[in-house]
């Protein structure tokens, strides 16, 4: 097992410009605006000389009663009493304030190994911009620079140095990765709470309260998985601030690194074209997906059946997807949600035999022909696997660069029904066979 080692400090620190720096990354979205990071982030340490774990933290306000700013202490709090070894970071630039007193106390409390860091002390004296932090009570303080890397690897030498070592890491399986895709404030953050049985990341009443993608390793019923929490996403011309922008691109990211994408939409709220650009997208990575409509505890009967119309008319180009109706906050339809993230999973990773590809090839061409192209009909010889998610299926034969979509289409929908394949697009490549005689 890997130690872990968790970054804490008031907002505004730098602990996400640690985490990249550590991490040799640029996961944790970084500005010079308080509050930015709220839940927390793991990522794996590349500096130094041992493997270990690291978490970035949102600014810790442990005065907060209530608020955003609260939610983001307690998960502060829940990380630290996941540690190994604490990283206090602190701004050598801004010196000793009241907030700092305070979150020494809650570390010295904890009993967790602590080490005091004095950040940004690039062209200044190390020796006088630490003077003042000794007052904390946390031993030597260390002058670094997380964003130009002064001193940061003697920092985490000393922190490795008291840690024990990893031991032997078992090779990773390969394993489903599923990221939540929709619009803000319809249900996301609490989704990936309900499916991990506890307050993981912050679910709270306010658009735009995820920013990070968040993954999340985790098992269920024996299996492993990777969760992805991400930032909503809104209509281009509705996103004005440079921070909402770079939690946009991280959702695209994710989308593309998972293999199934989980798209949820709000019952209480009707289907937006936004949505339906959305799923275009993931539609267009070629991701296996399940749609989710949340918040449907509660809603009346013609409410219910409008809101059914509704996805089959705006959403009817997602006839592969299954479709569940849930309630994120109570529970309710989760297990079946996992049943048919399972089956698309394994629908878009399927390894599909080349005997039983050509098969369904010249039963689908014996059924319905290929339009002709002038004087000549385009010949399907055999087809075979081009790839997996999405699966990819290359078909070879003459004439075969005039085939209409509505073909292409036709041919996928007998490829699926023939695999069972649910949950996934399919892709349909077609390749030319050359004539040997062409040139004599």
Known sequence: MKPTIVLVG???????????????????????????????????GKLGGKPYLVVDTGGFEPVAKDGIFHEMAKQTLQAVDEADAVIFLVDGRNGLSAHDKVIADHLRRSGRPVYLAVNKAEGLNLGVITAEFFELGLGDPIGVSAAHGLGVRELIDLVLDDLPDAGDEEKEALHPKFTIVGRPNVGKSTLVNSILGEQRVIAFDQPGTTRDSIYIDFERSGRRYTIIDTAGMRRRGKVTEAIEKFSVIKTLQSVEDANVVVLVLDAQQEISDQDASIAGFVLETGRALVVAVNKWDGLEQYKRDWIKREVERKLGFLSFAKLHFISALQGQGVAALFKSIDDAYAAATANLSTPRLTRVLLAAVQKQQPPRNGLHRPKMRYAHQGGVNPPIIVVHGSGLDQVPDSYKRYLERCFMDSFKLQGTPLRIQFKVSGNPFAER
Do not use: Q
């Open 10 to 44: 008031r907002p505004n620190v730098g602990k996400s410009t640690l985490f990249n720096r550590l991490t040799r990354t640029r996961d944790a979205i970084v500005a010079d605006m308080p509050g930015l990071t709220r839940d927390r982030h793991y990522g794996t």
